[in-house]
């Protein structure tokens, strides 16, 4: 046999293995990194599409646009649209308000979502449907569930001052209209809340409440001492949310009360929305909009450092 032939035989064995080999190694690197390369591809796409008109807001926050220039001509001035909006006294009562309205909002929510969800931990008849028929508010267009409420609190023709034997103008009173305003907004998002608690109570273990039952714990400590604690994941998830949500509230509110009557209900949001399409001021709603964005983390971050400290001390 030739030593030509001789090699190549010596070779053909070799060659499929090593394949194998390289197929095995990036099969196990991909089911490795799978959850990476899962989310890329949505990662990227959304980076995309919101994170240029981010950076373009970031960019305009930073310019002094007037309306006589073009977009690009304003030039760069710094932190002075900043200053202006914290001594603008409207500004800052709008975000007083937005605080104050989240965190009420937020706290109604979580604690009428978690009752909600408890009373609906039940495996008895019916139970099914009752769980379907408390979706049916969230479900709701937001526009479509304002425009609703605001029929319904008609000063004149509203069904609720008809059952109420009042005439309460609702929505043109400074001190009602924010009340109003909320209690339809709690109205529509306690459900998500509820829906929420309630997935994170149907996979806790039963075990740890039996053996408390055993040792004699009333309901009350069992929930405080037992179901709490191993909710708070579920807690957190659903306050995040609520809170991210309901501090850009704008669309029930918009079509309410229009941040009125002068300027109750009148949100970041809002404020923001009639700064940028009012006034037509581009970069201070920008440097708004950042400020919005800045006090939402900001927001955020209190109930997770919270929920840090209280796991810390378990």
């Not at 090699?7 to 099969?27: D, G, Y």
């Not at 899962?38 to 970031?58: D, K, Q, R, Y």
């Not at 069904?159 to 907004?185: C, E, F, K, R, S």
Request: aromatic share 12%.
């Amino acid at each position: 046999m030739a030593p030509a032939e001789a090699t190549i035989m010596s070779i053909e064995p070799v060659a499929p293995s090593q394949s194998v080999n390289v197929i095995a190694r990036l099969s196990s690197w991909a089911e490795a990194r799978f959850h990476v390369l899962a989310v890329l591809p949505t990662a990227l796409i959304m980076l995309l599409i919101f994170g240029g008109p981010l950076l373009f807001s970031l960019y305009l926050s930073f310019q002094g646009w007037t309306k006589s220039r073009s977009l690009y001509g304003g030039g760069f001035v710094g932190f002075e649209n900043y200053q202006m909006l914290f001594t603008e006294p409207a500004f800052l009562a709008s975000m007083v308000l937005t605080i104050i309205y989240t965190v009420g909002a937020v706290a109604v929510e979580m604690v009428l979502g978690m009752a909600i969800a408890s009373l609906l931990n039940k495996d008895v008849p019916l139970m099914r449907i009752v769980r379907s028929l408390l979706i049916m508010p969230m479900m709701m267009t937001p526009i479509v569930a304002a425009l609703c409420w605001k029929l319904l609190l008609d000063p004149q023709y509203g069904l609720v001052n008809y059952l109420l034997g009042h005439q309460i103008v609702w929505l043109g009173d400074t001190n009602l209209a924010p009340i109003a305003v909320a209690i339809v907004n709690i109205w529509q998002n306690t459900p998500y809340v509820a829906v929420l608690l309630l997935a994170g109570l149907r996979s806790l273990p039963g075990d740890p409440r039996e053996a408390a039952q055993i040792d004699g714990a009333t309901r009350w400590q069992i929930f405080w001492y037992v179901t709490l604690p191993a909710l708070r994941p579920a807690i957190l998830v659903a306050l995040l949310l609520r809170t991210i949500f309901e501090f850009r509230s704008f669309d029930n509110v918009y079509v309410m009360t229009g941040g009125g009557p002068a300027g109750s209900t009148e949100l970041l949001s809002v404020y923001t929305y009639s700064l940028t399409f009012g006034q037509f001021d581009f970069t201070l709603g920008a440097a708004a909009s950042w400020i919005m964005l800045i006090t939402s983390i900001c927001l955020c971050a209190v109930p997770i450092l919270l929920f840090r400290v209280l796991e810390g001390r378990r």
